[in-house]
């Protein structure tokens, strides 16, 4: 069993900033990639921002330049420094990790996710 527990979701002004963390806890073998999702309400799951194992990142063009995705591989950890946040950033944002784990006698990688954190940007 692996679990992804996101935290650091809260009510923020717009203009203000916010960190998201993430730690896989479990049996697993290893973490490879990691990314950050987000849905707000009505609308589809859309990608954030991810980064490899070697810390390679990809960011959506809406948070381009004003988040910051990154990686602590000793703790099994991802972040997500998010600044200059607008109200269209309000969603809840999900954790996503390829994870190397046991299935039966064999090794495979899995696409884990967390429950999810608030983020709601309002004045």
């Known amino acids: 069993q692996v679990q992804l527990v996101e935290s650091g979701g809260e009510l923020v002004q717009p203009g203000g900033s916010l960190r998201l963390s993430c730690t896989v806890s479990g049996r697993f073998f290893s973490v490879n990639a990691m990314g950050w999702y987000r849905q707000a309400p009505g609308k589809q799951r859309e990608l954030v921002a991810t980064?490899?194992?070697?810390?390679?990142?990809t960011y959506s063009d809406s948070v381009k330049g004003r988040f910051t995705i990154s990686r602590d591989n000793a703790k099994n950890s991802v972040y997500l420094e998010m600044n200059s946040l607008k109200p269209e950033d309000t969603a809840v944002y999900y954790c996503n990790a390829n994870v190397l784990r046991p299935s039966g006698s064999i090794r495979r990688t899995y696409d884990d996710w967390g429950k999810g954190t608030q983020v709601t940007v309002s004045s």
């Open positions: 980064i490899s194992s070697s810390g390679s990142t």
